[in-house]
């Protein structure tokens, strides 16, 4: 069964998904919600039976989506998500858009070429094993969770990265492990925003850091007379309390998330 939300606004939210799913959008984040975290991004396999979630609620809402930090190109591979007919999968926090096969991607912003160099001598300098750059191409992710300390791997390195995106004009954020250098304004409320335009409800569900503005922007679509929930994806030591503590629904893991999606396609369908 569904579980209930624990937040008014979050209960309005999941009842007019259910009510209308015609007018609803429900947007499901990857790593960590859809997929266990893991040590190697490109290890992240979709949990059992989130295929099959997936298929079934892309077939009873209005749109459904998956939204990532990685390139959608990378996401529908490694998720085998190109099985799943009309899903959108949304990569890079809304730079990029994949559907149906075709892969709609703006060139990489100059900065992030500016900023690989350094980033490399930046963890040279540092001589960490086992963390290492994932080059996204709109961006830069060091990884430290397979460090002996990876929350000492990561403290360490976050003030000379911090500097190197300084001085190329990007930003860094920090997630499960992981600091990313990414040009500004680029994030999941944006996304999701513009994945809720003219939309008549929102759902959204997450893991980690870079999921609040999406939160924020489910909560500004509230504000505005749309309807909408979010879910937190909880699982492991390090995941964020932020998430839990604003959440609507918060769920045990990538299972629990399979389970809630599959729970609504079967109650949009009673």
């Given at each position: ?239 964020p309390r932020e998430l839990a503590e604003r959440a609507d629904i918060v769920l045990a893991g990538p ?16």
């Amino acid at each position: 069964m569904l579980p209930d939300p624990r937040t008014a606004a979050g209960r309005l939210g999941l009842a007019a998904v259910i009510a209308d799913p015609a007018r609803a959008v429900v947007a499901v984040d990857y790593d960590g919600t859809l997929a266990p975290i893991v040590e190697r991004p490109e290890d992240a396999r979709p949990e059992p039976g989130a295929i099959e979630a997936l298929a079934a609620l892309t077939a009873a809402v209005g749109r459904c989506a998956v939204v990532s930090g990685r390139s959608a190109k990378d996401v529908v591979a490694v998720g085998g998500l190109d099985t799943v007919r009309g899903l959108l999968v949304v990569g890079h926090y809304g730079l990029e858009s994949w559907h149906d096969g075709q892969l709609d991607s703006p060139p990489p912003d100059p900065a992030v070429d500016a900023a690989r160099p350094r980033v490399a001598e930046v963890l040279d300098a540092a001589a960490i094993a086992g963390a290492h750059i994932e080059d996204k191409g709109h961006s830069l992710v060091v990884h430290t969770r397979p460090a002996a300390d990876p929350a000492a791997a990561l403290d360490t390195l976050a003030e000379p990265l911090g500097v190197v995106a300084r001085g190329c004009g990007l930003e860094v954020v920090s997630g499960r492990m992981v600091l990313e250098l990414r040009p500004p304004g680029v994030d999941k409320g944006l996304a999701v925003r513009r994945l809720a335009e003219g939309w008549g409800a929102v759902g959204y569900l997450g893991d980690d850091l870079g999921d609040l503005p999406a939160y924020d922007a489910v909560e500004q679509l509230r504000a505005e007379g749309v309807p909408g929930f979010t879910a937190a994806s909880v699982s492991g030591d390090d995941a964020p309390r932020e998430l839990a503590e604003r959440a609507d629904i918060v769920l045990a893991g990538p299972a629990a998330v399979v389970a809630l999606l599959r729970f609504l396609a079967e109650a949009i369908g009673a």
